[in-house]
T-cell receptor
Framework: DTGVSQDPRHKITKRGQNVTFRCDPI?????LYWYRQTLGQGPEFLTY????????KSRLLSDRFSAERPKGSFSTLEIQRTEQGDSAMYLC?????????????FGPGTRLTVL | GQQVMQIPQYQHVQEGEDFTTYCNSS?????IQWYKQRPGGHPVFLIQ?????EVKKQKRLTFQFGEAKKNSSLHITATQTTDVGTYFC???????????FGKGMKLTVNP
């Protein structure tokens, strides 16, 4: 499968614990995005990388959230001291820089439940 | 980013019916994209429109970008049960690559 992959697909954690999610983009895609989606809403942008550089971060990304893409390939999203409000689907997408607006391809997501 | 409004939020149709859903903005959009998310699935890219008045077709789906580039529509002909899901419109703006999504239109189809 050459699409975007995410791991784990589901994560249940207790409030206050740290969690880390991984995203593997489509190979050769230089841009990688993280979004968060709650029930009944559209995805909300969190951050994106071009290669290894983090180019934009949403105000939604509090200081408990950190994302990395150290070698410009896979990315990790860490949430420290999780809160119940962090429960959501975390979606990763990737794209290849082109002449016009990039098409973003989404992965299956990681569903986080904070108890 | 500027929010886009999708109407209706929910649509229930009988299989075989046609319907149209809309995506509206109060400001001019540089582009509009449509995604489909099946129940339990992730958003899947359908189409991107960038030109004023642009119309694109994909089998039974017709997408249109308004002349003023402030609205877009998705028309489905002869709805099938495979069309079930939530349809999102989204756009990028201001040189940013982040997508700003609407809240979606949830479609259910009665067989």
């Amino acid at each position: 499968d050459t699409g975007v992959s995410q791991d784990p697909r589901h994560k249940i954690t207790k409030r206050g614990q740290n969690v880390t999610f991984r995203c593997d983009p489509i190979s050769e895609h230089n841009r990688l995005y993280w979004y968060r989606q709650t029930l009944g809403q559209g995805p909300e942008f969190l951050t994106y990388f071009q290669n290894e550089a983090q180019l934009e971060k949403s105000r939604l990304l509090s200081d408990r959230f950190s994302a990395e893409r150290p070698k410009g390939s896979f990315s990790t999203l860490e949430i420290q001291r999780t809160e119940q409000g962090d429960s959501a689907m975390y979606l990763c997408a990737s794209s290849l820089t082109g002449i016009s607006t990039d098409t973003q391809y989404f992965g299956p997501g990681t569903r986080l439940t904070v108890l | 980013g500027q929010q886009v409004m999708q109407i209706p939020q929910y649509q229930h149709v009988q299989e075989g019916e046609d319907f149209t859903t809309y995506c509206n903005s109060s400001t001019t959009l540089s582009n509009i994209q449509w995604y489909k998310q099946r129940p339990g699935g992730h958003p899947v890219f359908l189409i991107q429109l960038v030109k004023s008045g642009e119309v694109k077709k994909q089998k039974r789906l017709t997408f249109q970008f308004g002349e003023a580039k402030k609205n877009s529509s998705l028309h489905i002909t002869a709805t099938q049960t495979t069309d079930v899901g939530t349809y999102f419109c989204a756009h990028t703006q201001g040189g940013s690559e982040k997508l700003v999504f609407g809240k979606g239109m949830k479609l259910t189809v009665n067989p």
